[in-house]
């Protein structure tokens, strides 16, 4: 299984970036991805993550209303979109799957396998 996340860059504060999970070698429609950031200093938390059909979705309070994950299971492919960046939101950015939906943000402990990360730096 591989999962390759891009997309992270530099953005001034208010800006937008989306971030992209491109996965292999698993049946992608089964599962259940999560996006998960870690800063330095910090534990990995969890962003948000969404059901493998698509319809269920769940965000962690300081991103909720600001990004907003999808996903398109005919391209093997989950998104991010950030909106309103603020700098609190720099951060190395993850994603990570796993079969099982659980309602509550997954725990990075939860997930099975794991992307490369992907840098956001908000800064002006």
């Known amino acids: 299984v591989q999962l390759q996340a891009s997309g992270g860059g530099l953005v001034q504060p208010g800006g937008s970036l989306r971030l992209s999970c491109a996965a292999s070698?698993?049946?992608?429609?089964?599962?259940?991805i999560a996006w998960f950031r870690q800063a330095p200093g910090t534990e990995r938390e969890g962003v948000s993550c969404?059901?493998?059909?698509?319809?269920?979705?769940l965000y962690s309070d300081s991103v909720k209303g600001r990004f907003t994950i999808s996903r398109d299971n005919r391209k093997n492919t989950a998104y991010l979109q950030m909106n309103s960046l603020k700098p609190a939101d720099t951060a190395v950015y993850y994603c990570?799957?796993?079969?099982?939906?659980?309602?509550?943000?997954?725990?990075?402990?939860?997930?099975?396998?794991w992307g490369n990360g992907t840098q956001v730096t908000v800064s002006s």
């Open positions: 070698g698993l049946t992608f429609g089964n599962y259940v």
């Open positions: 969404i059901s493998d059909n698509g319809f269920r979705k």
């Open positions: 990570a799957t796993r079969r099982i939906w659980w309602p509550s943000l997954p725990s990075a402990r939860d997930m099975d396998y």
